[in-house]
């Protein structure tokens, strides 16, 4: 059998967050060695306790260790966004975004979070690893890895890459320029892209083609297990919270492209900043899209600009039907 994947996931859970996490516990294919939380949907106090009951839900909690992150960005909540938009991040009872619950509907966690910060942690776990032998998978503000980074920039060469939900070259989500994980901590987005490491952006040009839909909550549901009765209720959740009738779980996409990159579509290797200059433009993903001759730097991501929907909505549904069928065994 192939080696597993070492995986650390980083989330800001959240609807979507909670259905990457499902899936990076529940795919065999992984080593999840466990879980950081950042504030970013909600404060980190509530994305720590939404991501335990994620890993309760699957059965995982002996396995999975979810350790508390950063409770703010690096610089940006320092002085206010332009436009004027929420600073972050959200407190307890004052989410406007019923997008992320403030409590997932699971039970409250049992499982306590892990004995220290998550940045701690993420040094550590790295530093006694071999080269190359872990892969982060960010999927909301990167506060926590940027941190991390710069205590110790010796775990750079660890990483065998990240795979991030972030970014947009089609317009924002958060405000016009910024999509939301990048537009939190624009200045630990930039650190991280320039890091060094192998990057993949999963960006909202392919999470907003793969959308799903109530006809795959409903799919889902019918397999009747735990997990899968929360992803279908995460997907309906989102498609009643939205004004259309699909919904794009974002964080899920980069969950599956480690594995199977061929989800995405049209992707291309150059150079990606991002804007840091706190003016309207602040937080926005600047990928270069010039031919290679005119670009000035050397390329640091591969950035999608395109996804596969079908694929990657099977992809969600074979982890969970194989899931149930363990689960019969
Ligand atoms: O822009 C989408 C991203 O922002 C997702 O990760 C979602 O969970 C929110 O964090
Ligand atoms: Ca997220």
New binding site residues.
């Given amino acids: 059998m192939e080696e597993k994947r070492k995986i650390i996931m980083d989330v800001?859970t959240?609807s979507?967050?909670a259905i990457a996490l499902v899936m990076a516990m529940l795919d065999p294919s992984f080593e999840l060695l466990g879980v950081m939380a950042v504030s970013?949907?909600l404060e980190v106090k509530l994305t720590t306790d939404n991501s335990i009951r994620v890993v309760e839900c699957c059965g995982m909690q002996d396995k999975v260790k979810v350790y508390r992150g950063c409770d703010y960005p690096l610089a940006s909540t320092l002085t206010p966004h332009l436009p004027q938009t929420d600073l972050l991040p959200i407190r307890e009872g004052h989410n406007p975004y019923s997008f992320h619950p403030d409590r997932l509907p699971l039970p409250d966690p049992i499982t306590k979070a892990g004995d220290r910060n998550a940045v701690s942690w993420l040094v550590d776990t790295l530093m006694v690893a071999e080269d190359g032998e872990i892969t982060l998978i960010p999927?909301?503000p990167l506060t926590n890895i940027a941190a991390a980074m710069r205590i110790e920039d010796r775990i750079i060469p660890k990483i065998r890459e990240i795979v991030l939900?972030g970014g947009s070259h089609i317009g924002g989500?958060e405000s016009a320029a910024g999509?939301?994980?990048i537009w939190a901590d624009p200045e630990a987005a930039e650190i991280v892209l320039q890091s060094g490491c192998k990057i993949t952006m999963v960006p909202?040009d392919a999470t907003e083609v793969a959308i799903s839909t109530h006809e795959d909550a409903e799919k889902m549901r019918a397999l009747d297990t735990p997990p899968a009765r929360l992803c279908a209720d995460m997907i309906d959740h989102r498609i009643a919270d939205s004004d259309g009738d699909t919904t794009a779980i974002?964080?899920a996409l980069a969950v599956c492209a480690v594995l199977h990159p061929e989800v995405l579509k049209n992707v291309i290797h150059t150079t990606v900043h991002v804007d840091i200059s706190r003016g309207f433009g602040y937080g926005a993903t600047i990928v270069d899209l010039r031919s290679p001759g005119w670009r000035k730097e050397a390329p640091n991501c591969y950035f999608a600009m395109g996804a596969d929907r079908e694929y990657f909505f099977n992809y969600m549904y074979r982890v969970l039907k194989e899931d149930k069928e363990r689960r019969a065994q």
């Fill in positions: 800001d959240g979507d967050d970013g949907n999927v909301g939900m989500n999509e939301f994980n909202l974002n964080d």
